[in-house]
């Protein structure tokens, strides 16, 4: 295949990624949509990964044809180090953007039940009410059920690794169980300050739930009502 006709298929695979994506309610995207950071991330991944390969298939033609030059050798570096460090960094990106997803949470056979309540619009779990009426836009279950800051992140990554691990090997056990008890702060990262929280709740109950002596689970759980079997595997 041409030089020419690579760059042409890297052109249309970014054009693909970076489509109007398509919504569950049906919804067009705004006038103008030209793609999300995310998109345009694998797009100019895939465009790169490309550029790479023409560069090792013109290197190769000048390098078969006896042609060592500065200019080749220029294109060599770049080919065997350059372009591959910033599709790995921009593979890598992807990756951790496209593991904060539902889809990526529910990619294990064990979360099945748990996917089917989140998205049950006559569940009335926490998980599902927030699901339902869109109280978190995206990446339902990350955003929930990671701590914030850069550790927070890094963190749920490796349990995220655990959890691969767990799958793979078919360790997990029925029900499912929470590993850590969990955190008010995170319910109140969202609604701490929200005016029908403050509403609702005495001033007497804040500090107890931010000290976590109180859990926001006691009155307004259960967070998930799985539709799963029980039996231990």
Not at 160 to 183: C, D, E, F
Not at 219 to 226: D, F, L, N, Q
């Amino acid at each position: 295949m041409k030089p020419g006709a690579l760059a042409a298929l890297a052109v249309l695979a970014a054009d693909r990624l970076l489509a109007a994506p398509e919504t569950e309610g049906g919804v067009p995207p705004p006038h103008g949509w030209i793609g999300t950071t995310n998109e345009w991330i694998r797009g100019v991944g895939i465009v790169f990964a490309l550029l790479n390969l023409v560069l090792l298939i013109v290197i190769w033609v000048q390098l078969r044809r006896g042609r060592v030059s500065t200019v080749s050798k220029a294109l060599l570096f770049g080919s065997i180090l350059v372009l591959p460090v910033i599709v790995v960094f921009l593979a890598t990106a992807t990756g951790m953007r496209e593991s904060m997803t539902v889809e990526a949470c529910g990619a294990c056979h064990v979360m099945d039940g748990h996917v089917r309540d989140l998205k049950n619009p006559a569940s009335d779990s926490l998980a599902a009410v927030h699901y339902k009426n869109r109280y978190i836009q995206e990446n339902h279950c990350y955003t929930c059920h990671s701590d914030y800051g850069m550790f927070g992140t890094v963190s749920a990554k490796l349990d995220g690794l655990g959890h691969v691990w767990h799958n793979m090997t078919g360790h997990y056990q029925k029900p499912i169980r929470i590993a850590h008890p969990y955190s008010n702060l995170r319910c109140l990262s969202c609604h701490g300050e929200a005016q029908n929280f403050l509403a609702k709740h005495d001033k007497e109950e804040i500090p107890k739930l931010m000290a976590g002596t109180d859990s926001c689970l006691d009155c307004h759980g259960p967070a998930h009502k799985p539709e799963e079997k029980t039996a231990q595997k």
